[in-house]
């Protein structure tokens, strides 16, 4: 499966959803069911030390790419807005 297609399910899934759930349906979701079956799906996976550095600073380096990337889209989308008044 390409990362294309991959991506188009989830753009469709997150429109759906926004017409289907509210958000507090939403956040009953991730609290009620999505939490703890991770909770427990993870249960049993120990991490080294060493591993435990290489997630954290993978887990970092994502964070502070979706925070650059949604400051970049904001920026866009006001620069746009006031292209068109």
Known sequence: M?????????????????????????????????????????REVSLTLGESATLATSTAGTAAKLLYATVWQVRQRMSMSQAFR
């Open 2 to 42: 390409s990362v294309l297609f991959f991506w188009e399910i989830l753009c469709l899934h997150d429109t759906y959803s926004k017409c289907l759930y509210s958000a507090e349906e939403k956040t009953q979701f991730c609290v009620r069911d999505f939490l703890p079956a991770m909770s427990e799906a993870t």
